[in-house]
């Protein structure tokens, strides 16, 4: 299960280092601004936000009439309850997990992983589009059509940069063209779907906790700190919840194995290249994964728990920095 997720086996040192350091400074960015405007609710709902997100992105749904699956992303949602940068670094935190605990996605292509799912969806399509469409208040109907443009948005510029990560690396057999007419397409679906997916959360979630969104934020005066609490432990029991019946999910390959099996007939490609930074990236993350493939039935729990742990760990950092400042001050 790893829907959009780079292998080492796509990427060149070069392209790795570039999508490296252009991820570490958007983490960079996200931590600064996160550490002048966080609120202190905000922490603890990075924190079981990115674990809702983990344990709902192990869930795979098939894609009718492609023997294809895809999984949500989750930019977009996060974005709506946490802002653009906050979300963005919950997003990394989660896919730093997945790399790092369960080898889903590759070492080297980490950086690529960042910027393919978390910087178009947070960074790039939640600003541009579901910010300036959506209203406050607003119609089902609304919800549905600005979610389905953005998260379609976002999935497509993830979708086209793999690829161009990918050509541009120069280690594979995968022609720019043919790449692209695969890969967008089934992305269009998934993003169809979590498109869907997104509407329906939010939708709940104005009808009954609108605060928490950020654009009702603005209009709304700061509740108290003991609803945000309720909150957290709900969304932090159905994360676990969802982790729980990961087993169900599909086991289709997803977008961007299916395109690269109706390329070249398999739905991965081998790491070629005996460079040492290959090999060293692998037993790094070999050494690391304690579930590699996820390949016990706890391991939506562990990741969803690991997720929060983090999450709060680095947002717990930054409020400490904070006060320390303002102390100073």
């Known amino acids: 299960m790893n829907d959009m997720h780079m292998a080492d086996a796509l990427v060149s040192p070069p392209v790795a280092v570039a999508a490296g350091v252009s991820a570490a400074i958007l983490l960079a960015i996200s931590a600064n601004k996160i550490k002048k405007n966080q609120t202190d609710h ?78 178009m969806t947070c960074l790039v399509a939640w600003p541009l589009l579901y910010k300036p469409l959506m209203k406050r208040c607003a119609s089902f109907s609304r919800i549905l ?25 120069g280690i594979t ?16 679906a998934i993003g169809i779907g979590e498109g869907l997916a997104t509407a329906a959360v939010i939708y709940v979630v104005q009808q009954y906790k609108p605060e928490l969104l950020i654009q009702t934020k603005r209009h709304s005066p700061v509740r108290k700190r003991r609803s945000y609490a309720k909150v957290t432990l709900i969304v932090a029991l159905v994360a676990f919840i969802i982790g729980w019946f990961s087993w169900v999910a599909s086991s289709d390959p997803d977008g961007l194995e299916w395109s690269i099996a109706k390329i070249t007939g398999h739905t991965e490609i081998a790491t070629q290249h005996p460079a040492v930074v290959y090999q060293t990236a692998e037993q790094i993350q070999q050494s690391t994964a304690l579930m590699p493939d996820y390949n016990t039935t706890y391991s939506g729990v562990v990741g969803a728990a690991l997720v929060i742990l983090i999450t709060a760990g680095v947002s717990g950092l930054l409020r400490y920095k904070r006060r320390r400042i303002d102390e100073d001050e």
């Open 42 to 119: 905000i922490v603890p709902l990075m924190g079981v936000m990115g674990a809702f997100i983990f344990a709902a992105q192990m869930i795979n749904f098939s894609i009718p009439g492609t023997g294809s699956s895809g999984h949500i992303v989750g930019g977009v949602l996060l974005a709506c309850v946490l802002g653009p940068w906050a979300a963005f670094l919950t997003l990394t935190s989660v896919l730093i997990v997945q790399c790092l605990m369960f080898a889903d996605g590759g070492l080297m292509a980490l950086g690529c992983n960042i910027l393919n799912m978390g910087a």
């Open 145 to 169: 059509w600005v979610s389905i443009l953005t998260c379609v948005v976002g999935l497509e510029l993830g979708a086209v940069a793999v690829t161009i990560e990918t050509v541009a690396s």
């Open 173 to 188: 057999v995968l022609p720019l063209a043919k790449f692209l007419w695969f890969m967008l397409p089934i992305h269009l």
